[in-house]
Each structure stands twice: as C-alpha cells, then as structure tokens.
C-alpha cells in the first residue's frame, strides 16, 4: 500500500526566512510524486510534478526536489501570500491503478510579516 | 479557462437524508475523480471515471455511496441515508487522461455538513 508522510505538520516562519518542507513516501513503482498548494476553503492547486530522483522543478520562490525516499519543497525568502497547506502525493503503478493519488496530510505553512 | 466546478459549495443535511454532490470537469479532460478530505486527514480516493470505460469505486467507503457521469462530463456523486461520519469536505479532480503524465486539477470541494 502506497504510503505518504509529511513533516512538519505545522511550520511558522518569518517573511525572508527560507525553509524546506519534508514528504517521506513509500510505493510501488513511482509514477509521478505530485506537490499542491491549498489555501483555505478552497482546492488544492497544483505546483509540481516530478517523476525520477535527481529531478528538481523550480516556480517563483518555490523548488521541489526528488530522492528514492523522500521529496523536499524549499521556500526561499517567503512572503506571507505563501502561507497556506502545502500537500504532497504519490501516485503509484502497481495494480494497474496508475491514476490514484495517495496524499499525505499536509503541512500548514504560515509565513508571519 | 474554466476549471473544475462543483456545486453546492456548501450543504447541511440532517442524518438519514440523501444528498446530490455535482461536478464540471474542465472541457475535453476524459478522466474525473472524487476524493474526500476529512478534518485532520489526507485526501481520500472514492473513485475514478476515464471515458467510457468501467469506473473504479474501489474507494467508496461503503454502499451508501454512488456516483455517475454522465455524457463523458458531468459526475454527480449520491450518498444516501446520510450519516454523522460523512460530515467532510468532498473534492472533485479531472485530468486529460489517466495515468501517468497527466496532473489532476481540483475543483473548489463541497462541503457536506450533517446534523
């Protein structure tokens, strides 16, 4: 069973403070780990995709990276619009179900002025 | 363009009620997914469409819970005899296939709400 754990569950910092959120994963033939942003109330946005390790995909102050193990989503000098979950999934080939995502439980980022 | 949209956006329902659950994919994507997000959790698979083929409700948590497309586009996912335990934020998802290679959009999620 495709498994996705996210740490830390909760993440303060302050507005230039860079940091890294941490998506520890375990599955059956990776086919695509997946980065969303969600904002309150709303669904989630998609950010990134990345399929091998070694791979790193960069979007405005934002650059997600690839191990066998595990994903990292660097925040360099965030603002305070970056506040928000940040989700992480995998999707997996393994019994021919290769379109579910399974999601880990997110990581609440609030970037403080 | 337009994403993925759902409606209602909010609903309350008293226990034992049946409720609609409706979403738009995004024009000319073939496959659409529903998801659940409950308080605390990661999102939750219910189930998949991709064009004509069988859909995969291997995530419907129990028989209460159906969902149909119709005409290749719009889903409407039906739980009956509604209960406590429903009380969640269900999501609707498209993509211009499935599988690999193509990333899942979201629409805004209903939030279902039973008394």
New interface residues.
Partial sequence: EDQVTQSPEALRLQEGESSSLNCSYTVSGLRGLFWYRQDPGKGPEFLFTLYSAGEEKEKERLKATLTKKESFLHITAPKPEDSATYLCAVRGGSGGSNYKLTFGKGTLLTVNP | GAG?SQSPSNKVTEKGKDVELRCDPISGHT?L?W?RQSL??????LI?F?GNSAP?K??LPSDRFSAERTGGSVSTLTIQRTQQEDSAVY?C?S?LM????H???????TRLTVT
């Fill in positions: 993925v496959a997914y998801y605390g959790q990661g999102l939750e698979f998949y991709q995969d291997s995530g999501l998802a993509s499935g599988g690999t290679g990333e899942q959009y979201f629409g805004p999620g």
